[in-house]
């Protein structure tokens, strides 16, 4: 299990994971929306032999626009990683199934047929049952219960029924099915962030691995590049790291390498930056936003922080360790692998001049 914080709050999760969330909300949203659409047609056909004729055509219009509506929300595929974007769709998404409900039910009140039709009174509790489908915080089924039970109450009031033993059964059993949701949902949304970090996170240093790295590479060059924002990559490796194991054994290496690691991550702003092992003694540092000038900084503070620091090994000796820096900045129309190589050669000219000192492609 997750801390509680990071299951009652999306803004204690990373940079890199609420991407990741987003856009699993993003993809079955879509899902759910295109089978919505599909349904809400389909089912005038059931309407025709259940409902009374006098209601049929507007409850078919109704489920038309509906449908036209939940097509809408399949086809809007823009910025799929967005947070925003997503909880917006999926507020879109119970919006929708609310609005056509409020619609149908007051019209059936208004013809006297409210009772006498099934499957509709059901509407509700089919909604919030719904919310069990999407990995959300706490805080997130909190606010969709209070909705989706604000727009019961405001139907049972127009209805005239509010307070009576119906609409008391129908309230309670609406908040009982969302905490099976919200449990539900709470369960799914701390299985991703134990299966995220599993994938994406490096075992012996805990921070990110090459894939989470790359991708989100890709993810935070796209984003610089469509808000004309700068974008730094710092590439690291540790000195004579073979010699320091041939030396001290690889238990000892395995020490620098945390300790390595603790200084990236205290050298890292907080869901903006990403630092992870690019592979054995190599690390890599993204930072979105940041310019050649504030990346030298960061390097010289990284550096500075490595000869300033000593680790005790098994062997009970007090050891140092160094580390050389590629710097490389994102060039206008440059790629992912072309920006990693500037700043290898980088890295190679720093080693080549002596380590222990940062080099820009």
């Given at each position: 299990?997750?801390?509680?914080?990071?299951?009652?709050?999306?803004?204690?999760?990373?940079h890199?994971?609420?991407?990741?969330?987003?856009?699993?909300?993003?993809?079955?949203?879509?899902?759910?929306?295109?089978?919505?659409?599909?349904?809400?047609?389909?089912?005038?056909?059931?309407?025709?032999?259940?409902?009374?004729?006098?209601?049929?055509?507007?409850?078919?219009?109704?489920?038309?626009?509906?449908s036209?509506?939940?097509?809408?929300?399949?086809?809007?595929?823009?910025?799929?990683?967005?947070?925003?974007?997503?909880?917006?769709?999926?507020?879109?998404?119970?919006?929708?199934?609310?609005?056509?409900?409020?619609?149908?039910?007051?019209?059936?009140?208004?013809?006297?047929?409210?009772?006498?039709?099934?499957?509709?009174?059901?509407?509700?509790?089919?909604?919030?049952?719904m919310?069990?489908?999407?990995?959300?915080?706490?805080?997130?089924?909190?606010?969709?219960?209070?909705?989706?039970?604000s727009?019961?109450?405001?139907?049972?009031?127009?209805?005239g029924?509010?307070?009576?033993?119906?609409?008391?059964?129908?309230?309670?059993?609406?908040?009982?099915?969302?905490?099976?949701?919200?449990?539900?949902?709470?369960?799914?949304?701390?299985?991703?962030?134990?299966?995220?970090?599993?994938?994406?996170?490096?075992?012996?240093?805990?921070?990110?691995?090459?894939?989470?790295?790359?991708?989100?590479?890709?993810?935070?060059?796209?984003?610089?590049?469509?808000?004309?924002?700068?974008?730094?990559?710092l590439?690291?490796?540790?000195?004579?790291?073979?010699?320091?194991n041939?030396?001290?054994?690889?238990?000892?290496?395995?020490?620098?390498?945390?300790?390595?690691?603790?200084?990236?991550?205290?050298?890292?702003?907080k869901?903006?930056?990403?630092a992870?092992?690019?592979g054995?003694?190599?690390?890599?540092?993204?930072?979105?936003?940041?310019d050649?000038?504030?990346?030298?900084?960061?390097a010289?503070?990284?550096?500075?922080?490595?000869?300033?620091?000593?680790?005790?090994?098994?062997?009970?000796?007090?050891?140092?360790?160094?580390?050389?820096?590629?710097?490389?900045?994102?060039?206008?129309?440059?790629?992912?692998?072309?920006?990693?190589r500037?700043?290898?050669?980088?890295?190679?000219?720093?080693?080549?001049?002596?380590?222990?000192?940062y080099?820009?492609?």
């Amino acid at each position: 299990m997750y801390p509680l914080q990071e299951l009652f709050s999306a803004g204690s999760h990373t940079h890199y994971f609420q991407h990741t969330r987003s856009y699993y909300i993003f993809r079955r949203v879509r899902i759910i929306a295109l089978l919505l659409a599909i349904l809400q047609s389909a089912w005038i056909l059931v309407d025709q032999w259940l409902l009374p004729a006098n209601v049929q055509w507007p409850i078919a219009i109704a489920r038309v626009i509906s449908s036209l509506f939940f097509l809408g929300l399949f086809f809007w595929q823009t910025r799929p990683y967005s947070s925003r974007l997503a909880l917006l769709r999926l507020l879109l998404l119970f919006t929708g199934l609310t609005a056509f409900h409020a619609f149908s039910s007051a019209l059936l009140l208004i013809h006297g047929y409210e009772q006498s039709v099934a499957g509709y009174q059901f509407f509700p509790f089919m909604i919030i049952s719904m919310m069990a489908i999407f990995p959300l915080v706490i805080i997130e089924v909190l606010g969709l219960t209070l909705l989706l039970t604000s727009a019961e109450l405001v139907t049972q009031l127009t209805r005239g029924i509010l307070g009576n033993i119906n609409s008391i059964n129908n309230v309670w059993l609406l908040l009982v099915l969302a905490i099976v949701a919200a449990w539900a949902t709470v369960n799914q949304l701390n299985m991703l962030l134990v299966l995220h970090r599993q994938a994406t996170r490096d075992a012996l240093t805990g921070l990110a691995n090459r894939r989470l790295i790359l991708e989100q590479l890709d993810s935070d060059m796209e984003s610089c590049r469509e808000n004309t924002l700068p974008l730094a990559v710092l590439l690291f490796d540790l000195d004579k790291f073979k010699g320091f194991n041939d030396t001290y054994g690889h238990a000892a290496g395995d020490i620098v390498l945390k300790q390595f690691a603790n200084i990236l991550r205290k050298h890292t702003r907080k869901k903006l930056d990403l630092a992870g092992r690019f592979g054995g003694e190599e690390f890599l540092m993204i930072l979105p936003g940041v310019d050649e000038e504030a990346a030298i900084e960061v390097a010289k503070a990284i550096g500075l922080t490595c000869r300033q620091t000593s680790v005790a090994v098994p062997s009970g000796e007090k050891v140092g360790f160094t580390t050389s820096i590629g710097i490389a900045v994102l060039k206008p129309g440059e790629s992912q692998s072309d920006l990693i190589r500037r700043a290898d050669e980088a890295l190679y000219s720093a080693k080549d001049a002596g380590r222990d000192r940062y080099e820009i492609a």
